[in-house]
T-cell receptor, first 112, second 112 residues
Framework: DAKTTQPPSMDCAEGRAANLPCNHSTISGNEYVYWYRQIHSQGPQYIIHGLKNNETNEMASLIITEDRKSSTLILPHATLRDTAVYYCIVSSGGNRDDKIIFGKGTRLHILP | DAGVTQSPTHLIKTRGQQVTLRCSPKSGHDTVSWYQQALGQGPQFIFQYYEEEERQRGNFPDRFSGHQFPNYSSELNVNALLLGDSALYLC???????????FGNGTRLTVT
């Protein structure tokens, strides 16, 4: 089973920041938080990941609470192309020691 | 630099038949994972291959089997196809611990 809880859907106005929450209250000390998104008819695309510190890259920012029980993915200036299903995943040991389990994700609608 | 490539892109089979799906990982990646994605659902983990061995397996019956070749490419085989096997089959590759997954765009399998 997925170790995360996400709202099933969210709306965001184009040009505004999209803030996608994720709850992972049972996260272990060695588990990272990963975010992927899936645009219709394509494979999931990696966005960002982090352990405990906030992270930023060219796509998004990841804010992880101090107790690491929740996180927020921030798309700073949402565009229509950001309409997708966003998946939050926690995993330890990367890809050889742990299964990467997807939940149902959050369907983000960017409104023009 | 080619990403993850999967073939074929679409496939139609009849119940009871067998199917083989193929995946070439991203250059430099040595680990391949396979996922099944039913319509409207998140990707479900099938299994992962590293060093030509199955390292992790999800909750899928033995009808689902795989192989990894010395060049790191991989095959997914499904025997005795059922209507419920109709789905998008995704291949993902990675390298090293905590490395994000890179996905192909999948093979759409329809079982009639």
């Amino acid at each position: 089973d997925a170790k995360t809880t996400q709202p099933p859907s969210m709306d965001c106005a184009e040009g505004r920041a999209a803030n996608l929450p994720c709850n992972h209250s049972t996260i272990s000390g060695n588990e990272y938080v990963y975010w992927y998104r899936q645009i219709h008819s394509q494979g999931p695309q990696y966005i960002i990941h982090g352990l405990k510190n906030n992270e930023t890259n060219e796509m998004a920012s990841l804010i992880i609470t101090e107790d690491r029980k929740s996180s927020t993915l921030i798309l700073p200036h949402a565009t229509l192309r950001d309409t997708a299903v966003y998946y939050c995943i926690v995993s330890s040991g990367g890809n050889r020691d742990d299964k990467i389990i997807f939940g149902k994700g959050t369907r983000l609608h960017i409104l023009p | 630099d080619a990403g993850v490539t999967q073939s074929p892109t679409h496939l139609i089979k009849t119940r009871g038949q067998q199917v083989t799906l193929r995946c070439s990982p991203k250059s430099g990646h040595d680990t391949v994972s396979w996922y099944q994605q039913a319509l409207g659902q998140g990707p479900q983990f099938i299994f992962q291959y590293y060093e030509e061995e199955e390292r992790q397996r999800g909750n899928f019956p033995d009808r689902f089997s795989g192989h990894q070749f010395p060049n790191y490419s991989s095959e997914l085989n499904v025997n005795a196809l059922l209507l419920g096997d109709s789905a998008l089959y995704l291949c993902a590759s990675s390298f090293g611990q905590y490395s994000p997954l890179h996905f192909g765009n999948g093979t759409r399998l329809t079982v009639t």
